[in-house]
């Protein structure tokens, strides 16, 4: 069974910070691009940032530029995404996906996915 597994969510002040982290079993992530996405309640779900296989390229979305920072430990199984400077805005379910592909693919676009975790819940709040 193919699964992946987030975690580090939780309550933070505005200003503060949270890494989250995202787990692969069943798979390596080698071979797979990896998308950060968030969820607010009433809203869409939306692609935060995301990176390639080999971790040459990120993109992010402009909400979260300069304050987030995405990056993977291939050997292992691990993406993270260091959130900085965090705001109320920020507050939603955030997922990690996966994407077959090698090379520059990156991909912050849902349904194009393969693989979701459940989501970890961040709370912004004073």
């Known amino acids: 069974q193919l699964q992946l597994v987030e975690s580090g969510g939780g309550l933070v002040q505005p200003g503060g910070s949270l890494r989250l982290s995202c787990v692969a079993s069943g798979f390596t992530l080698d071979y797979y691009a990896i998308g950060w996405f968030r969820q607010a309640p009433g809203k869409e779900r939306e692609g935060v940032s995301c990176i390639s296989s080999s971790g040459g390229r990120t993109n992010y979305a402009d909400s979260v530029k300069g304050r987030f920072i995405i990056s993977r430990d291939n050997a292992k199984n691990m993406v993270y995404l260091q959130m900085n400077s965090l705001k109320p805005e920020d507050t939603a379910v955030y997922y990690c996906?996966?994407?077959?592909?090698?090379?520059?693919?990156?991909?912050?676009?849902?349904?194009?996915?393969?693989?979701w975790g459940k989501g970890t819940l961040v709370t912004v709040s004073s």
């Open positions: 996906a996966a994407i077959r592909g090698r090379g520059a693919l990156c991909v912050m676009t849902p349904y194009d996915m393969d693989y």
